[in-house]
């Protein structure tokens, strides 16, 4: 295991004064888009967004204050360009916006994936950087606006103007992230790590874990409601406990059999053979595998992608949990409301 530890920046290594003179464009305005367009904008940073002719957010970011403009416009405007549109898309757009670059601007990006691999192939005299908040987008907007900061990573492919680290700062700043940390990288170790975990742990590991414990348990004569609420439902109480205080906070909490259980019984299923298909994964991202399947599976029209897809959406465990979370009493907006509700009768008899 290796010992070297990353340098993390926080708000006070950040000086606003490396972007507060600059405009920024915000190509797309999805998960990430509408997150950077709107803290940059509160925090006061000139932003336009670049958005397709007839997209179906432009009456969004207009309705959120924001100036609105289609990318080739709002890049030619901008000094920073920050390019939040989907990985598969981004060759494509950045064509439409390449002969606005100029010398000295940046490209701004929350994800490696078309650097790295070579997808897209800047001009020398531009700067190259990247902030990635390490969080969906939905939670970076509502992160700001509680005044809390999203934790982000920092990495600088190319830096032509000899400022691009001291205004990716400025931007990590802008966007919340350096408010809780901002960890410096590089394109080819956030692009990696990021594609490696997605596939093996957060994204395709932890669904096929749950949907293989939810099937031995119904195929063994289970109700699936039981299986459901044992292999997908209570995985978010146990993450939570992971999240806020480490494997230690969730063996704590968990009872003593559960912990031995876990202990001793975890590791025979995610197992040495778990671990080789693991370091499978990682070869195909590092040696450039995936990507190279990745861009022919669009080039294609996403026939395995659609059918895996849809595969998924058919599985029972989606049927059965959506009745399942229709009845949760403690729904999200039922218990807020049941909270407005308590406060005011607390405030009645107060
Ligand atoms: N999702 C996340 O939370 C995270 C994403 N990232 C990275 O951030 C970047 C953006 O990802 P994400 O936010 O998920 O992207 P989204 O899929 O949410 O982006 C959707 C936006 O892109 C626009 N768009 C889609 N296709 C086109 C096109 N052909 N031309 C112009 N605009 C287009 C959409 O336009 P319209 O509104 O018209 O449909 C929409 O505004 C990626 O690099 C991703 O890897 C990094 C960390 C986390
Ligand atoms: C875990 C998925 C992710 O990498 C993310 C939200 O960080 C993504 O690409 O969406
Ligand atoms: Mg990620
Ligand atoms: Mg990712």
């Given at each position: 295991m290796s010992e070297e530890r990353a340098t993390i920046y926080y708000d006070e290594d950040a000086d606003r004064k490396a972007i507060e003179n600059k405009t920024v464009a915000v190509l797309g305005y999805g998960s990430q888009g509408h997150a950077h367009a709107q803290n940059l904008d509160d925090s006061g940073i000139n932003v336009v967004v670049g958005l397709r002719e007839d997209s179906s957010s432009w009456d969004a970011a207009e309705d959120a204050g924001l100036a609105v403009a289609t990318p080739a416009e709002a890049a030619a405007e901008a000094d920073i360009v920050s390019v939040l549109v989907p990985d598969t898309v981004q060759p494509a757009v950045y064509e439409q916006i390449r002969d606005g670059l100029e010398a000295g601007d940046t490209l701004q990006f929350a994800h490696g994936f078309n650097i790295h691999y070579g997808q897209i192939e800047p001009p020398s005299d531009v700067d190259v950087t990247m902030i990635a908040p390490k969080s969906p987008g939905h939670l970076v907007r509502r992160n700001y606006e509680a005044g809390e900061g999203t934790p982000g990573l920092l990495a600088i492919y190319?830096?032509?103007?000899?400022?691009?680290?001291?205004?990716?700062?400025?931007?990590?700043q802008a966007l919340g992230c350096a408010r809780a940390g901002v960890v410096e990288t590089t394109f080819r170790e956030e692009t990696e790590t990021d594609l490696f975990g997605e596939q093996a742990v957060l994204c395709g590991g932890v669904t096929s874990l749950v949907k293989h414990g939810y099937e031995t348990l119904v195929d063994a004569g289970y109700s699936p409601e039981m299986a459901y609420f044992e292999c997908m439902n209570e995985l978010k109480l146990i993450v939570d406990l992971m999240y806020e205080g480490g494997l230690a906070e969730m063996w704590n909490?968990?009872?003593?059999?559960?912990?031995?259980?876990?202990?001793?019984?975890g590791d025979q299923i995610v197992d040495e053979h778990a671990?080789?298909?693991?370091?499978?994964?990682?070869?195909?991202?590092?040696?450039?595998?995936?990507?190279?399947?990745?861009?022919?599976?669009?080039?294609?029209?996403?026939?395995?992608?659609?059918?895996?897809?849809?595969?998924?959406?058919?599985?029972?465990?989606?049927?059965?949990?959506?009745?399942?979370?229709?009845?949760?009493?403690?729904?999200?907006?039922?218990?807020?409301s049941e909270d407005e509700e308590q406060e005011q009768e607390r405030m009645r008899a107060d």
């Open positions: 190319q830096d032509a103007t000899g400022t691009a680290k001291a205004e990716a700062l400025a931007y990590a909490s968990v009872s003593d059999t559960a912990e031995y259980g876990g202990l001793t019984r671990r080789d298909r693991m370091e499978e994964t990682l070869e195909a991202v590092q040696n450039g595998e995936f990507a190279r399947e990745w861009v022919m599976e669009n080039r294609a029209g996403r026939p395995s992608y659609t059918q895996r897809r849809q595969a998924e959406m058919n599985h029972d465990i989606e049927s059965v949990g959506a009745e399942l979370r229709e009845l949760f009493a403690w729904s999200e907006e039922e218990a807020e």
